[in-house]
């Protein structure tokens, strides 16, 4: 599966974002879907992740409560709305998925079989 990440751009703090990945090739829907995020010098990080039905979720802590993913299998596109956005969220964002169990170790990078390109999100203090 191919995806395509987009959405990302430059905004001042407390905007909010709405970052998508769109799937080609194969049926989204056949995967569980994650976000992840690096930025300049830092290792790459979970940010949040959604099994294939949509049913389940798991988020970062520091993404709680402002960050909300969310998926349309009929559109073969994962979305990532981001509320509240601080100078820390500077990174690029990846989309990335796998076919495994929906477990905690969903937010490991490793698990993760397909992965999209970045899409850059700057937040300006």
């Known amino acids: 599966v191919q995806l395509q990440a987009s959405g990302g751009g430059l905004v001042q703090t407390g905007a909010s974002l709405r970052l998508s990945c769109e799937a080609s090739g194969r049926t989204l829907g056949n995967y569980n879907m994650g976000w992840f995020r690096q930025a300049p010098g830092k290792e790459r990080e979970f940010v949040a992740a959604?099994?294939?039905?949509?049913?389940?979720?798991y988020y970062a802590d520091s993404v709680k409560g402002r960050f909300t993913i969310s998926r349309d299998n009929a559109k073969n596109t994962v979305y990532l709305q981001m509320n509240s956005l601080k100078p820390e969220d500077t990174a690029s964002y990846y989309c990335?998925?796998?076919?495994?169990?929906?477990?905690?170790?969903?937010?490991?990078?490793?698990?993760?079989?397909?992965w999209g390109q970045g899409t850059q999100v700057t937040v300006s203090s």
């Open positions: 990335a998925g796998h076919s495994a169990a929906f477990t905690n170790a969903t937010v490991n990078a490793g698990q993760y079989d397909y």
């Open positions: 959604v099994s294939r039905n949509g049913g389940s979720t």
